[in-house]
């Protein structure tokens, strides 16, 4: 099955600097990549969604200049978390859409800000 | 109003049992719906899709009510791996994004 390979698994950072989340298809080419997030005992919240080739879309709230998404080719997109602050300290994960409607997610990035 | 609202438990069942889990969606316009399972802050992971004629994999079976906007799902004979926490999910109405419920937290119990 079609399958997104995301990386870090997790990662603890330095408040101030900043982090790259990628994510690759592995075997398909994702045109749509969305980002969610999730906090402790929330629902996980679209941030973005980016398309190849194009600038992402973001969610109202989400702060473009502060989380960088580049989709430059089908199989990789990454998000750049920028001056990272504790607050940003939460739960990444990418999905692509399939064809024929069906998602496949990222395993997801668990990001400390310390 | 969220976009999709679920109980968020937690169910202690025990094993063998059946539990059935609610969830409501506000934007009519939705056209797919699903539940995952997520397990530990995981990715979440595809159950089953929703279909308006309800639809049954195993123990699971899930039911559309489109005039109410009310989504089911219900697991007979419950097992110790079904404890996980189980995500109501409808798309959005343009750009195939998803909106997710809290989830509803099932811990199934010897």
């Known amino acids: 099955g079609a399958v997104v390979s995301q990386h870090p698994s997790w990662v603890i950072c330095k408040s101030g600097t900043s982090v790259k989340i990628e994510c690759r298809s592995l075997d398909f080419q994702a045109t749509t990549m969305f980002w969610y997030r999730q906090f402790p005992k929330q629902s996980l919240m679209l941030m973005a969604t980016?398309?190849?080739?194009?600038?992402?879309?973001?969610e109202q709230g989400v702060e473009k200049d502060k989380f960088l998404i580049n989709h430059a080719s089908l199989t990789l997109s990454t998000l750049t978390v920028t001056s990272a602050h504790p607050e940003d300290s939460s739960f990444y994960i990418c999905?692509?859409?399939?064809?024929?409607?069906?998602?496949?997610f990222g395993s997801g990035t668990r990001l400390t800000v310390v | 109003r969220k976009e999709v609202e679920q109980d968020p438990g937690p169910f202690n069942v025990p094993e063998g049992a059946t539990v059935a889990f609610n969830c409501t969606y506000s934007n009519s316009a939705s056209q797919s719906f699903f539940w995952y399972r997520q397990d530990c802050r995981k990715e979440p992971k595809l159950l089953m899709s929703?279909?308006?004629s309800g639809n049954e994999d195993g123990r699971f079976t899930a039911q559309l009510n489109r005039a109410s906007q009310y989504i089911s799902l219900l697991i007979r004979d419950s097992k110790l791996s079904d404890s996980a926490t189980y995500l109501c999910?409808?798309?959005?109405?343009?750009?195939?994004?998803?909106?997710f419920g809290k989830g509803t937290s099932l811990l199934v119990t010897p």
């Open positions: 999905s692509a859409s399939m064809q024929g409607g069906g998602y496949t």
């Open positions: 999910v409808v798309n959005r109405n343009s750009g195939y994004a998803l909106n």
């Open positions: 929703v279909y308006s």
């Open positions: 980016s398309n190849e080739g194009s600038k992402a879309t973001y």
